[in-house]
DNA sequence: ACTTCATTATGAAACGTTTCACACCGATCA
DNA sequence: TGATCGGTGTGAAACGTTTCATAATGAAGT
């Protein structure tokens, strides 16, 4: 073997004293005759030699990487997603090569674009851009997003979640119900969270209200619409439900300033199940979506290999956590 | 052109009516003459043209990826270096392949071996595997990891900024501190935080102790530790330090159980600077680790051409920014 | 003993780049 | 006018795989 070079299949070939094609068959699990691949696998061992995935990605188009498109990689739900997605991979041993677009609709359709370029095996996106072009050559995998039915999503049942916030709050007691939302103006699923919770409302004939605010108008206009809604030191409602646990934390300080306690004046409810920077619990009593299950069902309905008769949208089950700021603790 | 499958550079080539070579000059910067380059641009797009990277990584050896390797992506502070590092190659043209570890020093290995394989560009590391066996083929640069004047190493100044928690809290009125510890014995650059506290103390002479405590024994300890040092509902410290925020996140909580009141009590920091989930401040005092230049100087170091004279450790300044667990806000 | 057939190893061709020795061209100079 | 030379475009070879048509082998049937 020639040295000072990573040693080839030709190199293990000659090793083993078998031919070019009988090294390939042993590391692509194609059936070989025993004696001839504990040849090929000890001259293998013995040069250290390892499949270039280069070279294989160039001749046989499968690279054993996906690609991750998201957002960012700080949001606490994002990290998780991306850590789970990670795993998940791994498990079936491929790698994650991880785009960050920062919601800019240009920038997901260059992050596309540039691992188009790389032949990924396949993307999983968590993207803003409804009018995304996804090349038909590469399977795709939209997170949260029900864009197109060619495109299959895989997300948490975002409806069900609405329903069980408003059934919650309704059981601890409350009469008088907000929906707080906030997020960009995207036809996904999240927004389903809303129509859960009207359904429940009105199944109930519970009172409630609803106020959407596009992430460009910040949290503000929500300190102003709570502000104008307490009246003699009370809230006009005595429950809300916020589309994430983020806008939740925003919340119980917004209320904290107007001297309003939580759960006793108000019970609050958020979305998403992020655990607290110290994993011992939540952020606030939320509906968590099962994030490692959304990973694994994503990854799986990617690397599937007949792309004949895929899902268009699979629901997954979230559940509901106490997290201090409901009466149930 | 072929039909139904990407085009090639001799698909691009023959459409612009020049030479092989030339397409590759052109999409490889090499000076061309600049009717040609034009000609092989405009052709370029009309045929939609990508460079495949994988045919380039086969011959050329650069793939324009780097991995980087993490413990886990969900920690707020893994995280957030992540995502810097993520954007830092971005900028730069090139990709970032990301893999977990869950802090495994086996698991740490086979990373490397995998993205080996890979054959990326170069290696950024935050491992916890004083041994690791890094192929010499590859740029490798560790953060927060000392391990090896062979191995580029990019930490915050860690003495300093035990130095700067120790004065801080002494600047604040605290007589007798308590520096906490918990995380992997690693010989890396994170035990200077000790260090610089205690040469502070000295330097002061100031009363101080320490308690140190390995990841696999938990935080309890520590519970056990302070429930004895408190005497007639004091505790006999009034400052401690905490070598993470997440340390400082489980010490405020455990205080509360005794009774003590943060700040007014007992002042406490932590280190890392992570942010609070609305991203709207800090969960505790702390010393601020400059994530996005950790990342950005890594990258830098890792992709420089001449690598003949690497600086074999760069630290970087922290600083300090209060939390609302100590008296300055 | 000869044919047939199924099984399995073989090695040349192809994947899409980059590189490099070479050819070409116009300019400079004796 | 002819030799020399720097500059620039050309295209064949090579990178390390996978694939596939072909050859070799051995077992079974006549």
Redesign the pocket.
Known sequence: MRRG??P???DVAQEAG?????V??V??DI???ED?RRRVLDAARKLG?Q??SY??G???GKTGTVALILPNAYDPYFAALADSVCQALARRGCRMLMAVTGSDPDAEQQCIRMVEQNKVDGIIGLTYNPALEIPASIPFVSIDRYFNPAVPCVASDNFGGGQLAAEKLAELGCRRLLFLRIGADVPGEPDKRMGGFQAACQARGLEHAVMALNDRDGYEPFRVFLRSHVEGGRLSYDGIFCNTDRLAFYVQNMLAELGLRVPEDVQVVGFDGVRRFGNDGYYCSTIVQPVGQLAETSVSILLEEDRSALPSLICLPVSYAPGGTTMDG
């Open positions: 070079t990573m080839t299949m030709k078998v031919a070019l094609g009988t390939s068959k590391f692509n059936p070989v005759g001839y030699y499949v270039n070279a294989r160039l001749k046989a």
